[in-house]
C-alpha cells in the first residue's frame, strides 16, 4: 500500500481524474480492531502521497512492535471491515460524488453472518467496494467476486508483491 499510494502511475491517474485529487485513508482490519494507518487526508501531489505513506509506515510500525502483546490477525471479518469502512466515509470531512473501498485481504470472513449485508449496504448508498486478493487464491478470489465487490466498476484483482499491488 505504501509503495502503490506514492507510484508515479497512481498519482498520475489520481491527478488526471475529475478533481485531481482524492480523500484518502487506511484502516486495517484485523482481530476485531480497526486501527487507523492513515488519517482522512487529500492526495493530489508528490508530497501529499509521500506524506501518506510515511504515516503508514509509522503506525504500521508501532503496531508491529507493539504485537507481540496483542493477537493480530487471527479473525478475518470481511463484513466488520466494510461496515467500519462506512463509517469512515460517514466521518470524512470531504464532500464527493463517488465513494469507493478497497478491501485488501487473503481469506474469507469467518465471524458472523458473511460480508454480503455490508456489502449491500455501501452499494446501496452509492459506494462501489473493490477486492485486492493476497496469496493468489483463486477460491478466495472467486469469494470475494461473489460475496465481497458491488457497486459501479467494482473489480477483485490479485497482488503477492508490492509491484502487484502497484498494479492492482
Given amino acids: 500500500m505504501v509503495q502503490a499510494i506514492r507510484a508515479p502511475e497512481v498519482l498520475r491517474a489520481i491527478e488526471n481524474g475529475p478533481r485531481g485529487r482524492i480523500g484518502f485513508a487506511v484502516f486495517l482490519w484485523a482481530s476485531g480492531t480497526f486501527p487507523e494507518l492513515a488519517s ?3 492526495i493530489g501531489s508528490q508530497q501529499d502521497a509521500e506524506e501518506a505513506s510515511t ?9 508491529l512492535d507493539t504485537s507481540r502483546r496483542h493477537s493480530v490477525g487471527s479473525l478475518t471479518n470481511v463484513s466488520a471491515a466494510m461496515a467500519h469502512a462506512g463509517d469512515m466515509l460517514d466521518d470524512s470531512p470531504y464532500a464527493s460524488k463517488r ?37 493468489g487464491d483463486r477460491k478466495i478470489s472467486e469469494y470475494y ?6 457497486g459501479p466498476t467494482a473489480f477483485v484483482l490479485a497482488a503477492d508483491t508490492p509491484d502487484e499491488m502497484v498494479k492492482a
Avoid: C, F, H, Y
Wanted: glycine content about 14%; overall charge positive; aromatic content about 4%.
Fill in 40 to 42: 482522512w487526508r487529500v
Fill in 55 to 63: 504515516e503508514i509506515l509509522l503506525r504500521l510500525q508501532l503496531m
Fill in 99 to 135: 465513494a469507493i473501498v478497497n478491501i485488501v485481504g487473503n481469506g474469507k470472513d469467518n465471524v458472523g453472518e458473511g460480508p454480503r449485508w455490508s456489502r449491500d449496504a455501501l452499494v446501496a448508498r452509492g459506494a462501489t467496494i473493490n477486492g485486492v486478493v493476497i496469496g
Fill in 145 to 150: 467476486r461473489e460475496e465481497v465487490i458491488g
